[in-house]
């Protein structure tokens, strides 16, 4: 079963940054699309940023040009830098690498507070 760990969350100030990590393990990660996604309560997870097999990127509208996608294939990880972080930015970020309909894993989730 694939595993995914996040790290990097914590408490910052509104225009502050952070740099979140995930680390994939028994995932063929070469082939994966790789996906942060965001959650606060009462609202469904909503796509923050994703970067293709073939490092296609997206943003949410939300977060484009404040936040950098990124992966490494040689470490099986892959990375958001949020940069002018907002209060708004607050939620739980998940990391999720999928293939089709081959596999579909999430991580655990990293909080992430930006305080005004």
């Known amino acids: 079963q694939g595993q995914l760990v996040e790290s990097g969350g914590g408490l910052v100030q509104a225009g502050g940054s952070l740099r979140l990590s995930c680390a994939a393990s028994r995932i063929a990660f070469v082939i994966a699309d790789m996906n942060w996604y965001r959650q606060v309560p009462g609202n469904p997870r909503e796509l923050v940023a994703g970067?293709?097999?073939?490092?296609?990127?997206k943003y949410a509208e939300s977060v484009e040009g404040r936040f950098t996608i990124s992966r490494d294939n040689t470490k099986n990880s892959v990375y958001l830098q949020m940069d002018s972080l907002k209060p708004e930015d607050t939620g739980v970020y998940y990391c999720?690498?999928?293939?089709?309909?081959?596999?579909?894993?999430w991580g655990q989730g990293t909080q992430v507070t930006v305080s005004s």
């Open positions: 999720n690498a999928a293939r089709g309909r081959i596999f579909d894993f």
């Open positions: 970067i293709t097999s073939n490092r296609r990127i």
